[in-house]
């Protein structure tokens, strides 16, 4: 069935040599950057064009099946789960999770003041001068910093956005030369929000494994001890050609969860399902849930990481803060015993470090979902 998905990812397989052996090429930078042609409203070369057999970002829909809103509330503690809206909610939480894969929570108990302040320090670290962002520059072979994707094959598809990326936890990893001084609350805002969002991350394990079933700590305890929590702040400027050129590629994320506070008042999220692509409507209060490949493989397939890009407007710029948590990279993550039984076998194998893996399927121009496949 997913087979008919994933040719939206574009993976590139012109990265393989005659030998199938991956080839990392750089290439290098282009003439102009985003900033530059969206300041001067240049036409973007075509290195940043959808190909022909893409869908065009204009052919969307604003579903009337909506994707749900959850109210985590409900879900946060046994007294109110054991509530009849607790109930509801988790069977409403289990039923979005095997079919679109996110949602939007509200309830989550982060005031609206707050997560405001979180989308300004992004907003206000985005509007220095470059030469400042540029002291936070990703190394050319690092992950971590401020920049664009790298361009790993000339084929490629440029993404219409700036990223800074960052790791929060285990704490002793963080690479704090990499964490904005200006503004000045930028790292305690982070920081703060990390804490935030990892109580809600923790919710939602007890949650999902409870709408399955399962013991409460069934997913958490996949995690491991020092799991990991990266920040991505994504920037995307205002786009002359919105038609042709897109924020973010379609792709699913590699993490366990993704905890996505969107632009406040820009809209351009979208989410792939039915051979449709949805938009995720604006509600500045909501911060948007989405599964990634680890949650699909340790739930063997029954909840959905989901396929979604970000469009791009011609006229005013988005920000969006992405939280992504991972299972400690050295640990072996599998399916869960209790979701495999005759009817449903085991789908997937063990597998560890998503990110290298991840990295490496790309290279060689195969989905990592289906690799991983038994
Ligand atoms: C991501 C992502 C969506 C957005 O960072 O992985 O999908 O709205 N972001 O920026
Ligand atoms: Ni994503």
Request: contains cysteine; glycine residues 6%; hydrophobic residues 35%.
């Amino acid at each position: 069935m997913y087979h008919c998905v994933y040719h939206l990812l574009g993976i590139p397989q012109h990265t393989l040599n005659m030998a199938g052996s991956p080839v990392a090429t750089v290439v290098p930078p282009l003439a102009q950057s985003v900033q530059e042609m969206s300041m001067n409203g240049n036409e973007p070369p075509p290195q940043y064009f959808l190909k022909e057999n893409s869908i065009q970002p204009m052919d969307s829909f604003l579903p009337s099946d909506l994707i749900p809103i959850i109210d985590i509330s409900l879900l946060s503690s046994s007294s109110s789960l054991s509530s009849k809206g607790g109930e509801e909610e988790l069977q409403k939480l289990k039923s979005t999770l095997t079919s679109w894969g996110c949602f939007q929570a509200v309830g989550h108990g982060l005031s609206s003041s707050f997560l405001d302040k979180v989308r300004e320090v992004g907003k206000q670290f985005f509007a220095l001068p470059v030469e400042e962002k540029e002291k936070y520059s990703r190394a050319t072979d690092g992950i971590e910093g401020y920049g664009n994707d790298p361009i790993l094959s000339e084929n490629q598809v440029l993404d219409w956005s700036y990223r800074l990326f960052l790791r929060l936890q285990p704490v002793d990893q963080r690479k704090l030369r990499l964490w904005p001084e200006n503004p000045t609350e930028f790292r305690e805002v982070l920081d703060e929000y990390g804490t935030k969002v990892k109580i809600i991350m923790d919710v939602l394990f007890k949650a999902m494994a409870k709408s399955l079933n399962l013991e409460e700590n069934s997913f958490s305890s996949q995690f491991g001890e020092r799991a990991v929590m990266q920040a991505r702040f994504n920037f995307y400027l205002s786009c002359p050609r919105p038609d042709l050129v897109l924020g973010v590629k379609p792709h699913s994320d590699r993490s366990g969860i993704t905890v996505l506070l969107q632009d406040k008042e820009v809209e351009g999220l979208q989410v792939f399902k039915d051979d449709k692509w949805f938009r995720v409507p604006v509600i500045p209060h909501a911060l948007v849930v989405n599964l990634g490949d680890q949650m699909q493989i340790m739930s063997n397939g029954i909840f959905k990481s989901p396929i979604h890009r970000v469009v791009t407007n011609s006229e005013r710029m988005r920000i969006s803060v992405a939280m992504f948590n991972e299972p400690e990279p050295e640990k072996e993550i599998g399916p869960m015993e209790g979701l495999i039984d005759e009817k449903r076998p085991r789908l997937y194998r063990d597998v560890k470090n998503y990110a290298s893996f991840n990295f490496e399927c790309f290279q060689k121009g195969v989905v990592p979902l289906e690799s991983a496949k038994i």
